[in-house]
């Protein structure tokens, strides 16, 4: 059989709803919807798009079913996560357990930084350099708020300058559940041991030690462990 011949036949338009479900994705995607933030009710949806108030539920329920939304009785429909993986994590509580999350950061963490320090790309270097100064001025100003934000940049840099695009992807595709682990482990003032790991992280990237690095990431999970439990 010819490749035109298997083209053949009518060409389906895509059901409503899943053109409704789609659009509601991209709402949530373009962060117009930001996790944890209450959408709009059925009504004004559907007035919205022009679509029966039946399509808009059952677009709403197939992004619940994703574990992108969260209808709550008596209150609305929220945000629960942006992207299907975390989607799954929060709804069949996979990531309950702080001590595997930081592990699964570790394992992916320690590769990144692995690869970053084979690149050894001066330029690559120069946002891990800026987060943690960053996070010395969080520390400073006591703001725990921006402190989470710039370590979480640090974090997601050290992916970046590994170069590896689908290991950047899978790690955003988690980002929401690793971020909620930095907010989880973060303290002010710091434990001494924690900042001392940052910086060995980045002085094993610069120094171009794909060994060191590796060790230094997992030894920066295992000091937040240890921080955690108070040793």
Excluded at 97 to 114: F, K, N, P, Q
Aim: aromatic share 4%; net charge negative; no cysteine.
């Amino acid at each position: 059989m010819s490749l035109n011949r298997s083209l053949e036949g009518p060409v389906r338009q895509v059901p409503l709803v899943l053109q409704v479900s789609e659009r509601f994705r991209a709402q949530i995607e373009s962060g117009a919807w930001p996790r944890g933030s209450r959408i709009p009710g059925e009504n004004q949806l559907a007035s919205e798009l022009g679509v029966s108030r039946g399509t808009v539920r059952e677009a709403l329920r197939s992004l619940s079913l994703t574990g992108l939304l969260e209808p709550r009785v008596g209150d609305g429909t929220y945000v629960r996560a942006t992207n299907e993986i975390s989607g799954v994590l929060v709804r069949d509580e996979l990531s309950a357990s702080l001590t595997h999350v930081l592990d699964a950061r570790a394992g992916i963490e320690a590769a990144a930084a692995r690869l970053a320090a084979q690149h050894a790309d001066p330029a690559s270097l120069t946002p891990l350099s800026d987060a943690l100064e960053a996070r010395g001025a969080a520390l400073a100003a006591g703001d725990l708020d921006a402190f989470v934000a710039v370590d979480t940049d640090f974090h997601r840099g050290v992916v970046v300058a590994s170069g590896n695009p689908l290991l950047l992807r899978l790690y955003d595709a988690l980002a929401e559940v690793l971020a909620e682990s930095i907010r989880e482990t973060a303290t002010i003032p710091e434990d001494h041991r924690i900042l001392d790991a940052h910086v060995d992280v980045l002085d094993a990237i610069r120094a171009g030690d794909p060994e060191a690095a590796s060790q230094a990431s997992y030894a920066l999970i295992e000091a937040v462990k240890v921080a955690g439990s108070g040793q």
